[in-house]
């Protein structure tokens, strides 16, 4: 994948969106998606996290205006 | 042999001391705090 | 509990107090174990478990230095109870009062970024602050050019490049902090939209009459937006929660998203200020470029390839452990019945000759031989969570543990117990969801723990024979391997078991920070082993020592008139039946016997439930008193017979009697610990007895199981 996006939306439990949000996951944030294996690869500000699947299917990005789970 | 018995009499009474005065601590430790972990290291 | 108006200076006597705070990944341990050596003294914070590492240094001109250690944090906000205790400490609101001087953030210089999220937060706290940019080395290899003195101005504090690893950047960094504490503290630098300013400015007042001082009421206001649960630090302010949602509301009425402010206020300001204090060469400039650690990870990460190399490893660990350590442990065995017997040589015949030579030289060196063992399994631990795999493994094992209702979070304290319970239990700190954390921890102490590793080892080198299996395998190492297997298969069955019926509820989803592959920092990683070793051996010297003592004088009185015309061994073995460990020995026969097991295994048993290790000391001891002086102890095990003539202890017991102890929690730190953790007082007694029953019925049954089935199937 490879390609920058803009977060649009996080529908995840509160801990986890207080998580992200320090870790720089927040609405309107710039993210890159790295990569895809059983679960979601994003880069965040230089930080290489794994998200699970499922929280990874609360995430709404948004590449140069599609919307993309 | 007097003295042997003695001595040995003495370092057992002091080895019992010892495992009974951890075990008071570790109890009293459950409610404080304090470093009573000899067992870990991190 | 009033906090402080701002931090004190430090008094003629003091020592300067610095608090190390960082993310997790920055080389904050490195970088602690680099500034106080071996002088570190690990306890816990009062009050709760979290684990306290204080430690301290001295300034050539002889002023002293404290220094504690922090949890690693993402930011003051806290998810984890971990997270907790340091802004407790930061905001002088933990029970001790420790109250820093100066308070050192360690950045990663790699990632500033996220990592300056913290750092902008813990500036706002009236204390003054000091940044090590740590990982220095690494960020200039990446092409990240960073202009220090530009992020000095704009941030307002002393910034010190440092590379922990190497101990470069250390003396700057020392002079730095005696510096700082001598300046005003830094203050917020950027600034909100007014109409934010407005909504949070009753809500800050609220906090300030509270008694927090101007600065920090202001970062907790904007912090605590984003923050649902009530903090504990914070209980004694009234109305908080009322006026917090008064100012969120107000905050929407002016068209912002309150739980958002805090991350786009100060990841503004940080991006602002990147731009022109860093600059990245554009070859490695791409986030989303594949770097070295990307492609090892297509390997690591693999849907196949990754869990079988983590297979592998696995299998590395173990059986180097078992075989590596082999030559050093014959070194310490020689060296320690040299000594042993010199000194026995100096006392005359009697008492006290015999609790020297067969209490403390037979029972405190039988434990003393697995001192390489226990390094080795500490080292390969430590080279796998620098080095950065321990996350990859955690999330290869996060499929696995989603299936028992774990995290892959649970694996990391899972993998601790491997070296030791105690620490693995404390480690599920970092697990938020009570429910998960609980099960974990009432399944870390199956994973088998260094001190079981004496018994082990004993029973396989006396009943297993070396036959060679694989390259660089053999039976004992499988041996070995399948019982450490045993232990962390049932870990997840039980835990599966526990999540669906004691411990119900969702899995919560995972967030893994993979940090880059790096080389260990060797230095550091030398002296975390060595602690470990030095906390071994004063746990040898100490209460191994004094069982070892009391368990001679046990087998030792009351004295029995032997009959002179017996052999050696028969009299010392009348001698042994006739005393006090004897006698008990016999009475609890019955209850070991379907294992098949004899009474001095059976009393070697009871007594390692002070300390695994002591099975193997008071086997040492027994049969010291009751064998002759040169015989190794697994010989005497094989040549053991009952009354009847047959062997005493086949393979076949053996075996049964390591599952025993696979299952066992027979060590009373782990009882202690799981005590405070699972929330003290009444709840922590009741869960720490559930699991000592659990395991022990676990224990004598898969015991009791593999003897019958054994001799069932037609082994012996």
Known sequence: MGSEATVVAIECGELEACRLRALGLYEGAQVSVVGKRHCLLVDVNGTRLALGADLAEGITVRPQGRSVS | ?42 | MTATAGAERPTATEPLRVAIIGNPNTGKTTLFNALTGLRQRVGNFAGVTVERVEGEFRMPDGRRVAVLDLPGSYSLSAGSPDERIALEVLLDRDRQHWRPHVVLVVVDACHLERNLFLASQVCELGVPVVIALNQFDMAQEQGIEIDVPALISAIGVPIIPTVASRGEGLQPLKRALFTAAELPPPARRFVLPPEIEASLAPLVQHLEHGGLPTGTARMEALRLLGVRRGEQHLADIPDLARQLDSARDAIRAVGHTPEREESEARYGWIGELLKTAVRRRSASAGASTETASDRLDGIALHRVGGPVIFLVIMALVFQSVFSWAAPLQDGIDVVIHAIGSRVAGFLPDGDLRSLVADGVFAGVGSVLVFLPQIAILFAFIGLLEQSGYMARAAFLMDRVMRRVGLHGKSFIPMLSGYACAVPGIMATRTIDDQQERLATIMVVPLMSCSARLPVYTLLIAAFVPATPLLPGLDLQGATMLAMYLLGTVTALLVAALFRKTLLRGPVRPMILELPPYRWPAVQSLAISVWQRCLLFLRRAGTIILALSIVLWALATYPRADVDPALGEEARQEQQLAHSTLGRFGRAIEPAVAPLGYDWKIGVSIVASFAAREVFVSTMGTIYGVGGVDDAALQDRLRSETTADGRVAYTPLIAVGLMVFYVFALMCMSTIAVTIREAGGGRLGWKWAGIQFAYMLVLAYGAAWLTVVGGRALGFS
Not at chain 2, 20 to 26: F, S
Request: hydrophobic share 50%; with cysteine.
């Open chain 2, 1 to 42: 042999m007097r003295a042997d018995t003695v001595i040995v009499a003495g370092i057992v009474v002091a080895a019992i001391a010892y495992l009974l005065r951890r075990a008071l601590r570790q109890a009293r430790a459950r409610k404080a705090a304090g470093p009573d972990c000899d067992h870990c290291a991190h």
